[in-house]
């Protein structure tokens, strides 16, 4: 399953910088694009504030 963005994004750019296939988009706040996810958790990792969940 690819991982899921939650309202708790504080759109500071980690996650779409260290994402390996480039799948998350910028706006205010970040979304992953579910089928391009390799769901490989470093974003989910990477995140300060936790919004990066499993769907
Ligand atoms: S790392 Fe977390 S807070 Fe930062 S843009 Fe990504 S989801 Fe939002
Ligand atoms: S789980 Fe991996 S492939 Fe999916 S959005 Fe996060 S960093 Fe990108």
Not at 5 to 17: F, K, L, M, N, Y
């Amino acid at each position: 399953m690819p991982r899921k963005i939650t309202d708790s994004c504080i759109a500071c750019g980690s996650c779409a910088e260290q994402c390996p296939v480039a799948c998350i988009e910028q706006g205010d706040i970040y979304v992953i694009n579910p089928d391009q996810c390799i769901d490989c958790g470093v974003c989910q990792e990477g995140c300060p504030v936790g919004a990066i969940e499993e769907e």
